[in-house]
């Protein structure tokens, strides 16, 4: 049985955990607890769960009562989808003898094809003998147009000796159309050794348009096998919820994350559902930041579509984007050009897609009269302070230049996790790009990822946290969250941080100063606000 029973007197919470951004419940620390003794036991997979694996748990009652819980971890594990211990997967892809393994295979023997066809001696010497046909040609019409050249020396000389100009003419002629006939005939040779190199390279194009049409069809019908349930009992493939939610097709790896295989156990064996959360075990990936043993929310690209079906009928608890906007907008400075206000940690900096309120919104309701405040740069939702707002086009353009060359000056202060930061100031240059299936989540991306550069200073170190001052020369997205956290940067999570660290009460980090040039008069101006932490 995949239910483990729960000995506990804690009450469960009064409504299902909105996957996307909770605090673990007691119960799921429980089960957590009792899933990480077993992975450390489970000698057969414990060295690759430790190079980084994602493992859920979902606390349910049984129909007598009885309380429990699932567990589950994401996409495979020791090349298994059906470890005892854990709830199976919702469709088993790996099953010998199944329509995935056969058409696989049959996949396989093209990839086989393609490659012998590719490295085939037909093939191969087809286009030896296209590239030396290539050079034989380049090199007759590069040794005709010096012949052309002497020729026109020559008649130049004649021309300047009195010499019969309509027989140089005709000479001149008659050059250049050789030199179009050869062209032309070079050309027909060149096509017809083309021709042989594309006949030999044909049945592998066949065969690759055909590999294509096979994996995107066995795609589809993987998917189609992914019939996800909901509280109220109804069914949807993974193609219908994608289709719905994004307008496109369900990513790979899409249904085999842990909270969507927690739900569908449950579901399927009529238990109900009460809280759950997700945890990193082992080493954290290259480009991400992971945590051993931190709590992590599901992700929104493979996840989100998919649980805003499977959680129907549940209560569930509310989204805390749509909740409070953090506080009160102080406004520190204000002109007829700019405005530089005081943002509070869980206000946006320009309206979202939830409706939360923002700086842009606040400031609208203030100014009134058709004001359109334009924010000239963003700090994140969680950050707190300083910001910059222009009151029209013009003065915002002005305010992005310096943005843009680097020219003003910002300072923030932060607490991060860490007993010692070495060495005590330094320089951060990490590139990082949006995570497409995990936004607004950063990666570290040493080819495709932008130039992200902080710089850092030790402020204080008390009671196994460091306070920091951190000063970013470009403004990337989570720059400094993922500069502070990631283990080729200060390995240092900041407090509160619930993407790339632990969460706590708030994100401790704050803008605490900013120097600029006021986009009409020029004049250097320069504005701080006390960190809250």
Known sequence: MRFHTLHTDIAPPPRFTYPMCYEPHPLCLMAADEVQRHIAQAAEWREEAGRGKMFGVLVAAAPDGTLGYLAAYSGQLGGRNDWPFFVPAVFDILCPGGHFKTREAEITDINHRIAQLEAGADRAGAAERLD?????????????????????????????????????RRQSQHMKAELRRMKKRHAALMAEAAGDVAEACR???????????????????????????????????????????TGGAPPSGAGECCAPKLLQYAYSHAL???????F??????????????NYYPACRGKCLPILKHMLQGLDVDPDPLEGDDGGR???????????????????????????RRSVADVLRMKWGDGAEPLVAHRLDMDTSGLLVVAKSPGDLRLLQRQFEGRSVKKRYIALVDAPHISPP???????????PLDR????????????????YRVMAERGGRVRLELHPLTGRTHQLRVHCAHPDGLNAPIVGDALYGQRAERLCLHAESIEFCHPATGQAMSFRSEAPF
Not at 219 to 230: D, G, K, T
Not at 441 to 454: F, I, K, L, M, N
Request: hydrophobic share 35%; glycine share 8%; aromatic share 6%.
């Open 329 to 355: 907008l102080q406004t520190i400075y204000e002109d007829g050009h700019i405005a530089v206000v005081d943002k509070p940690a869980g206000m946006l900096s320009v309206p979202g897609r939830t409706g």
């Open 280 to 293: 990193w075990w082992g080493e954290s990936p290259r480009a991400e930041v992971r945590r051993h043993l």
């Open 440 to 455: 607004p989540r950063q990666v570290v991306d040493r080819q495709q990822g932008r130039e992200a550069v902080t710089y």
């Open 272 to 278: 109900r559902p009460l809280c759950m959360a997700e």
């Open 425 to 435: 100031e330094g320089r951060i240059s990490l590139p990082l790009r949006p995570d």
């Open 132 to 168: 030396h046909l290539r050079r034989k040609c380049e090199a007759e019409e590069a040794g005709y147009r010096l012949c052309m050249a002497e020729a026109k020396r020559r008649r130049d000389e004649l021309r300047a000796g009195g010499a019969d100009e309509e027989s140089l």
């Open 203 to 245: 049945e592998a194009e066949e065969l690759k348009a055909r590999r294509r049409q096979m994996s995107d069809e066995l795609q589809a019908w993987i998917f189609s096998q992914f019939r996800m349930l909901n509280a109220l009992g109804q069914q949807r493939d993974l193609n219908d919820i994608f289709a719905a939610e």
